[in-house]
């Protein structure tokens, strides 16, 4: 039997606390690379680029997503079969070329460092695929700070089905009631609240939008502010 969300494996010591990192807009700004994706598929139809700006702000939302975008703001129609096309050229170009212009946001390595000296685990939970996220970090060289990296394929369920987070704080080896997500949409606040975990929105992200400015536990607009004090009394509520 797969244990409870809340219930980590049986040890002689209680779980570390836990804080949960979204990956796209939270720590790592990986909107150029997706851009430069984008721009390709669009290349590939003979339409032009979108404007880096334009796209930011759907980055976290995925290949399907940006894909739609980029063909509604030029009114041109996208058939199941083109976006199906399209989403392939994408992937292969993304994972191609991940880590060209991605670089953490600023502040968020020394912050994972305090967090670290604070008695904290890390640990990912992020819509991209497993192995891209995988990937990114790796290149990054960040990808060993984190007890695990569970993406969009990892589970049976992706955010903000509370199955995403609940399995990456189980992989971890924690609990819940020690857990706090730290992400940039509704999204993240949204697979939080499912399981009654804290949430720290990161309002530099790409989609910090009024609802999960509201509904998230503590709003921060820069990484000096993640300390594990907070997420300590975050925990305490």
């Known amino acids: 039997m797969s244990p409870s969300f809340d219930q980590p494996a049986r040890s002689e ?7 949960v990192f979204d990956l796209d807009g939270t720590l790592v700004d990986t909107a150029p690379d997706l851009s430069a994706s984008l721009d390709h598929c669009l290349a590939a139809v003979g339409m032009a680029p979108v404007p880096l700006e334009l796209i930011r702000p759907h980055a976290g939302h995925g290949a399907r997503v940006m894909i739609r975008k980029a063909y509604e703001w030029v009114d ?9 096309e399209q989403v392939v050229r994408f992937l292969a170009h993304y994972e191609a070329h991940i880590c060209v212009r991605s670089r953490p946001f600023d502040g968020v390595v020394a912050a994972m460092d305090r967090l670290e000296r ?15 996220a995988v ?3 790796g290149e990054l060289g960040l990808a060993d700070r984190f007890a695990t990296i569970c993406g969009a394929d990892t589970f049976g369920g992706r955010k903000p089905d509370p199955m995403h987070l609940g399995g990456t704080i189980a992989r971890a080896g924690a609990a819940a009631a020690t857990s706090v997500m730290i992400g940039d949409t509704m999204t993240d606040v949204a697979a939080a609240l499912a399981l009654d975990v804290p949430s720290i929105l990161i309002d530099f992200g790409y989609a910090p939008d009024a609802e999960a400015r509201a509904k998230a536990s503590r709003v921060i607009e820069t990484y000096s502010e993640l300390k594990g004090a907070l997420l300590h009394q975050l925990m305490r509520r």
């Open 13 to 19: 010591t209680p779980p570390r606390p836990l804080a």
């Open 76 to 84: 041109r129609p996208l058939g199941d079969d083109e976006l199906g």
């Open 118 to 132: 604070d008695g904290f685990t890390l640990a990912v939970c992020t819509n991209k695929y497993e192995h891209l």
């Open 135 to 137: 990937k990114l970090l």
